[in-house]
């Protein structure tokens, strides 16, 4: 071999040496940046489930409000029951999967969203019947001084009720679900299903303002992940914006109005229970459970 041959062979080794080097030196960079990336999401995780279980403690603290409403106590029981699931599953959920661990912590705020609205109904209502309440004391008493008054009293009672119902707003009566397959036709096979149609009906009211409106739908599969959530689908909703699935405007005269809103399916759809939310003007105005059996 000659002078020149070993110098170049020398060189070589030297170079593959360092390159080796190198390479060993990123791969432990590497690993270390993982391994803190892991201890970030992990702490993540438990703050999140921290504050899953202090909204668990909340709800069972609102279970023991006198709700006079079992409308809005059976909203209140399913909103619960959504949060016992979340948690739980938030639970099982590997630290690496930080992409759900994320999606766990949207699902939260909005359930706080939700959930915020739905006491402020209940506080709305119970001091409502109070003031009803006593007002109707003094208006009995007041009758039975007066017999005279019996007919004012009685009126005002009339408008007091009335009042009463005019600051009602929006409310969906009755909301149920068909499965369409990619032809647009019913469907009972889950795995045809490439569309949701929904069929609502809200109820009349004459002292509602008229006029085109927006109605913003959410609907939340049984895994509790809501359907067909975008980063540009979001509505004012309270203090904060929350997203929804569809959107629809119609136009309110007063009247019952019946509508269809439709729900495109990307994905095979889930047997359960789907949680169906309906929204217009900043009011939360009807909640429906939906079963799909097959």
Do not use: W
Not at 27 to 53: A, D, G, P, S
Not at 112 to 135: C, F, G, H, M
Not at 261 to 279: I, S
């Amino acid at each position: 071999m000659t002078k020149t041959n070993k110098i170049l062979l020398i060189t070589l080794l030297v170079l593959l040496v360092g390159a080796v080097g190198v390479l060993v030196y990123l791969n432990y960079h590497q690993r270390n940046e993982m391994q803190e990336l892991v201890e970030i999401i992990e702490i993540e995780k438990e703050e999140l489930q921290e504050e899953y279980e202090n909204l668990a403690i909340e709800f069972d603290g609102y279970s023991q409000m006198d709700i006079q409403n079992d409308s809005l106590q059976d909203l209140l029981f399913r909103e619960q029951q959504r949060v016992q699931d979340l948690l739980e599953e938030l639970r099982i959920t590997k630290v690496t999967n930080a992409r759900r661990i994320s999606e766990l912590k949207k699902e939260l705020a909005t359930v706080r969203t939700v959930l915020k609205d739905y006491i402020r109904q209940v506080d709305s209502l119970n001091a409502t019947n109070a003031r009803l309440t006593e007002e109707n004391i003094l208006v009995r008493a007041e009758n039975q001084q007066v017999k005279t008054e019996n007919t004012e009293l009685t009126n005002l009672n009339t408008q007091l009720t009335e009042t009463v119902t005019r600051a009602a707003m929006l409310e969906i009566t009755n909301c149920a679900c068909i499965m369409l397959n990619k032809n647009d036709r019913k469907t009972r096979m889950v795995s045809q299903v490439t569309k949701l149609q929904f069929d609502y009906t809200i109820a009349k009211n004459i002292t509602c303002e008229r006029g085109l409106k927006e109605l913003y739908v959410r609907v939340i599969a049984p895994n509790g992940i809501l359907m067909n959530e975008a980063e540009n689908k979001r509505f004012p909703f309270e203090s904060d914006s929350i997203a929804y699935s569809v959107t629809q405007q119609f136009e309110y005269s007063g009247e019952e109005y019946r509508g269809v809103v439709y729900l495109p399916v990307n994905e095979e759809v889930q047997k359960g229970f789907y949680t169906v939310d309906f929204f217009c003007e900043g009011n939360l105005i009807g909640s429906y459970p939906i079963q799909i059996r097959k």
